[in-house]
């Protein structure tokens, strides 16, 4: 029916309406920014005598261990080795469960199959696609040991009632922070609201250093157990071992080579010095679509607790479709035709093939995920977005939307 409406659909010349739109070249979802200063801090240490294991790596963990306010930060080689070496340091392994929201990347729930445990999805708010601390509750079963609670788009979960679902059955609260580095939940930043928590230095996230990822805690023997899971399982590194002028080593447990080069984290370093000025970028280009979207009900962007300050990796808006006479994947189209990257975070886990074929799961097991899947769409942001980017963007939506639009 809908593909009929869509071929009656007469496209309307709104050219007067909305203006030329002049925009050449493709406006990403996100990309990183990288400056004569970051360029150099990585030249230096290729001159220095480390470029791995090497002082960079603990300057970078002390820097983000502060800016955060945790005690303890372990840098490892991407988000998804932190997400690893989390379940590892959690005590993850066959027979447990891990509780966690379908509306995340792969990763999240892929790094609980690493360590051989199974995933449990529980479903998401409709509103925010934050995990739903109630339906958490309802999952728990004695095989239940950790909760990975997902900050979607850059905003922090509902920390205060799944610290206290955690503590009452004796379960540890991981945090998938991947998207929200340096955003809070009442006033306190991610990074001091779980039991360990994890971040992603991808090219789209907030900083980055080409590939990396931290785990940060206040748990001392989980640091240490990280430690040791990023270096093969060994209980001392080179730099230590040649301090004590020693040969011998004892692998203690199976372990990987996930350690971060000094060469990354001093890449690290220099955007960290950046990153309180391109979070109050990102919330100020998400206001501005905030106002943009107003007075398009069509357009409806995600509900922002007052508990929290949003750190905007993504800015995501849900298509009111029952006002439109598109699908999403239409909308998705003439908007790449336009050269804006709206990007789809994210088609909900359990709807894998992966997923479903050794879990059984099936479409309709999440409605609200797979519901919210249909409708959203992620915009581009990203700290160098210019006045004029963000312009082309909110014009070329409203252009778009009025052709389909059914009132
Ligand atoms: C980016 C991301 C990851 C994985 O991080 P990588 O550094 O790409 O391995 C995991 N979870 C979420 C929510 C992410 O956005």
């Known amino acids: 029916m809908k593909s009929n409406l869509q071929k009656s659909v007469k496209i309307k010349n709104n050219t007067k309406q909305f203006g030329r739109i002049e925009n050449k070249s493709l406006i990403p979802y996100g990309r990183q920014c990288i400056d ?19 002082p960079k790596v603990l300057e970078f963990e002390k820097a983000i261990s502060d800016y955060v306010g945790a005690k303890e930060a372990i840098a490892v080689s991407s988000g998804t080795a932190a997400l690893q070496s989390a379940m ?30 199974t995933p449990v999805f529980v479903d998401v708010d409709p509103d ?36 206290t679902i955690a503590r009452k059955h004796g379960l540890i609260l991981i945090a998938d922070a991947c998207h929200s580095l340096g955003a809070t939940y009442k006033g306190a930043k991610t990074g001091s609201l779980a039991d360990l928590t994890v971040f992603s230095f991808h090219p789209v996230k907030h900083i980055t250093t ?13 640091a240490e157990k990280m430690r040791i899971f990023r270096n093969h399982g060994i209980t001392s590194d080179y730099q230590q071992r040649q301090k004590k002028g020693t040969w011998y080593y004892e692998m203690v447990d199976l372990g990987y080579n ?49 508990n929290v300050n949003h750190s905007y990796h993504l800015y995501v808006i849900q298509l009111q479709m029952d006002e439109l006479v598109a699908s999403r994947a239409a909308i998705y189209s003439d908007l790449r035709r336009e050269n ?15 997923y479903k074929n050794r879990f059984g799961y099936q479409k309709g097991d999440y409605p609200v995920a797979e519901a919210a899947y249909e409708r959203i769409l992620s915009l581009p942001l990203f700290q160098s977005m210019t006045d004029n980017d963000i312009n082309i963007v909110i014009k070329s939506i409203k252009k778009i939307i009025f052709n389909y639009q059914t009132h």
């Not at 801090?41 to 470029?51: G, H, I, K, P, T």
């Not at 804006?340 to 992966?354: A, K, Q, R, S, T």
């Open 36 to 54: 004569e200063s970051d360029i150099s801090a990585v030249v230096d240490v290729m001159r220095s005598d480390w470029l791995t294991t090497g």
């Open 88 to 117: 590892y340091a959690a005590g993850i392994g066959p027979g447990d469960e891990v509780i966690l929201p379908p509306m995340t990347f792969v990763a999240t729930a892929n790094s609980v199959i690493f360590q051989g445990g």
């Open 210 to 222: 080409g590939e990396g990822g931290m785990i940060v805690t206040d748990n001392a023997n989980f």
């Open 258 to 306: 996930y350690r971060l080069t000094d060469i990354q984290c001093a890449l690290g370093l220099s955007q960290l010095r950046k990153l309180p000025g391109w979070i109050d970028r990102r919330r100020e280009i998400a206001f501005n679509y905030d106002k943009a979207f107003s007075n398009i009900s069509v357009v409806k962007p995600l509900t922002v607790s007052p």
């Open 340 to 354: 804006i990257g709206v990007n789809v975070h994210y088609i909900p886990v359990h709807l894998h093939p992966f």
């Open 128 to 163: 925010t696609l934050l995990i739903d601390p109630v339906e958490v509750e309802k999952k728990i079963t004695p095989s239940t040991k950790a909760i990975i609670a997902m900050d979607y788009a850059g905003q922090a979960c509902e920390y205060d009632k799944l610290q």
